[in-house]
């Protein structure tokens, strides 16, 4: 009679895992060099109705909750709401006037001043759900969208588009992690060159001598013939002995609690 | 059928859950299943959805695929020691 050693079954059985281990990491490999885009298409497809359904439900929460709100709560929502739009038209009065200026002073300088057109997208999933500071909007190749174009939030630069599917994109915020982006910081009538690194969050710091004149408030915009608001300086960091200043600064709308985003079709110069 | 039950529910959690949150409820999973080799495809599915080429991980699009694979044969090294 034939006996089955103990030895060989355990021994078939530690082999697994590791084996499926490394059949993973081949096909990381080669996903990442020879079908770099093979599976998200197909992934994205999974995922839309979750991300679609997600959405609606909490739009019908959102509306649910206000029904349920008091009423005292509502007075008190709308009279802080009136406030806040007579103190915009205040802070606005002057902008056509500023707008107009600008037109002129563009064409007398022979700059286009006609906008790029921009796609509004509806965003499906923003970190914290990105493990690397993505968000995955509903406007796709149809759309007319293509990698590299630029994501804004109003007249405030968020990041880029990094992938595109066919009914989805993925936009890459300047504020992920380790990635660097050259900034202009406006002080005293001149723009001062930077280089903004990202801390993820919507989080930037950027590392000048100590020499530099730059005071809290100072608004930082991305260098071109149209510049674009980026952030205003929130704190600067740095002892009287040190040879460097760190000024940190963030996106002014929150990457978490963003609902719309725009994308500008056209690249800029 | 269990089984396929939670990977049903991860697949759902990898789309609407903190990525985070899905790992972590993934490892857990690796305790009550054998050869729980879902935690994996669970990272790649994110890495699919959310990923990016960042300069960070040198341009590597699947960097938490590469850290699953890590937690995972960390994760079985522990399980044999705590003789599950």
């Known amino acids: 009679m034939n006996y089955r050693f103990i030895r060989n079954v355990q021994g078939k059985k530690r082999f697994f895992p590791q084996s499926a281990v490394t059949l993973f990491l081949g096909a990381l490999v080669l996903f990442h060099f020879v079908y770099p885009s093979a599976l998200g298409s197909l992934a994205t497809r999974v995922a839309l109705p979750f991300w679609s359904a997600n959405q609606f439900v909490a739009e019908k929460a959102h509306s649910l909750l206000y029904f349920f709100s008091s009423k005292s709560a509502l007075a008190r929502d709308v009279e802080r709401l009136t406030a806040e739009l007579q103190e915009a038209h205040r802070l606005l009065a002057d902008r056509d006037l500023i707008a107009e200026q600008n037109r002129v002073f563009s064409e007398a300088l022979g700059r286009p001043t006609q906008r790029a057109p921009r796609v509004f997208g509806a965003v499906l999933a923003t970190p914290p759900r990105s493990p690397y500071d993505t968000a995955v909007i509903d406007i796709g190749v149809g759309d007319g969208i293509s990698p590299g174009n630029l994501v804004l939030s109003g007249s405030t630069i968020l990041g880029v588009i990094s992938k595109v599917h066919a009914h989805t994109s993925l936009v890459e915020f300047f504020s992920t992690a380790g990635k660097k982006t050259p900034v202009s910081i406006l002080h005293g009538g001149g723009a001062i060159p930077a280089e903004a690194v990202g801390e993820g969050g919507g989080a930037f710091n950027v590392t000048l001598p100590k020499e530099v004149p730059v005071r809290r408030g100072d608004t930082i915009t991305m260098p071109g013939l149209a510049p674009l608001t980026f952030a205003e300086v929130e704190v600067i960091e740095g002892s009287d002995t040190d040879s460097f200043q760190v000024i940190r600064f963030k996106n002014p709308v929150s990457i978490g609690a963003l609902r719309v985003l725009e994308v500008e079709l056209a690249s800029r110069e | ?84």
């Open chain 2, 1 to 84: 059928m269990t089984r396929i039950f939670v990977d049903l529910l991860l697949l759902v959690a990898a789309a609407l859950l903190p990525w985070w949150l899905v790992i972590l409820c993934s490892a857990a999973f690796f305790f009550v299943f054998e050869n729980f080799v879902e935690l994996l495809f669970v990272a790649l599915l994110l890495d699919l959805l959310y990923g990016a080429p960042l300069e960070r991980f040198f341009g590597f699009q699947f960097a938490l695929s590469l850290g699953s694979a890590a937690l995972f044969l960390a994760l079985l090294f522990l399980k044999k020691r705590m003789r599950l």
